[in-house]
């Protein structure tokens, strides 16, 4: 079977498809992670219950395995198991599932490795605008991937949808690269994307997909420090957009908590997790950025975020 290196979320990765929205890398590149297939007679039993998710399409069910992994199952039809190691992924499934596999894996998959290896990891889309990079954080239909999108169209960068992964660097953070991929629904593509260029799907989301990676030096340029943490929140119809002063720390931080990824597992939150995210809100400004769901509001979005 044929091998791919690639990296997201500064690991480099070696999978026996291609990731969706990761950049390849040259063959020679030793492997952080490495993401191998078996088939469904493969099915690894878990030694210890963990707390469920229902985020996502079916419940998974999250267990440790008896020599320290851990593995996620969604209805007996998809299987992922992280070796104690945390350098291994093993995808169990039938062939005919193999098609979900690459979108599950730069989500969920990925989002509990970098949880099990240490990574501050929060659900939201990263873009860099005229030289600051921000974070759009806020619940599943909160608009951040939508907005993300009305960004780069404007010239802003794509740092990562979906997944920001973040690392201390002195006293501030980074944001790791993570997918070039942002995940629109019909309706956000038609009306965002210019005409002419084609998107993949991800069936498992049910989303398609646009690749903003653009050339290759932007694509290995240094990871950015994160600036600002913008939570969307909905407002009334006639309401204009606002963004609110910098909340304080003790107001940011149950919201960072609400944010926080792997979604659905806050039991795995952990104290010294939770210190983690505490840092983040007493080191990066939140704002509370308010608008109507109306795709007229866009452009007045993106003026509010400094570009546009």
């Known amino acids: ?81 992280i070796a104690p190691s945390n350098d291994h992924m093993t995808v ?14 730069v989500g969920i998959g ?31 239909g909160a608009g951040k991937s939508t907005t993300a999108a009305a960004l780069v169209a404007q010239g802003g960068i ?21 997918c070039a991929n942002v995940r629109l629904d019909p309706e956000a593509s038609a009306r965002i994307v210019r005409t002419g260029q084609r998107l993949a799907t991800a069936p498992w989301v049910d989303k398609l997909l646009w690749d903003v990676s653009g050339d290759s030096a932007a ?11 913008y939570l969307l929140k909905q407002a009334r119809d006639g309401d204009a957009v606002t963004i609110s002063p910098p909340l304080p720390a003790a107001q940011a931080l149950p919201k960072l908590v609400d944010c926080w990824y792997p979604q659905g597992f806050i039991r795995l939150l952990t104290q010294a997790r939770f210190d983690g995210l505490r840092t983040i809100a007493e080191r990066v400004p ?21 570009i546009g």
Not at 25 to 33: F, H, I, N, Q
Request: hydrophobic share 45%; with cysteine; glycine share 10%.
């Open 1 to 81: 079977m044929t091998t791919y290196r690639s990296t997201l979320y500064g690991l480099t990765i070696e999978s026996p498809f291609p990731l969706p929205g990761a950049f390849p890398l040259a063959d020679g590149t030793a492997a952080d992670v490495t993401i191998t297939w078996e088939a469904e007679t493969a099915w690894r039993t878990a030694a210890r219950a963990l707390p469920a998710s229902s985020d996502g399409p079916g419940s998974a069910l999250l267990g440790e395995t008896e020599d320290g992994g851990l593995c996620i199952e969604w209805r007996r039809e998809l299987q992922l198991v």
């Open 92 to 105: 169990i499934c039938t062939a005919a599932k193999l098609e979900f596999v690459p979108t599950v894996l």
């Open 110 to 140: 990925l989002g509990l490795l970098l949880h099990r290896r240490g990574i501050t990891c929060l659900h939201g889309s990263v873009v860099s605008v005229h030289g600051r990079t921000i974070a759009l954080l806020g619940d599943s």
């Open 158 to 178: 794509l740092v990562s949808d979906d997944i920001a992964a973040l690392r201390a660097n002195g006293d501030r953070f980074i944001v790791a690269r993570g």
């Open 219 to 229: 694509s290995l340029r240094p990871d950015p420090h994160l600036d600002g943490l």
């Open 286 to 306: 939140m704002f509370e950025l308010s608008f109507p769901r109306r795709w007229d509001i866009l452009p007045q979005i993106t003026v509010a975020l400094g």
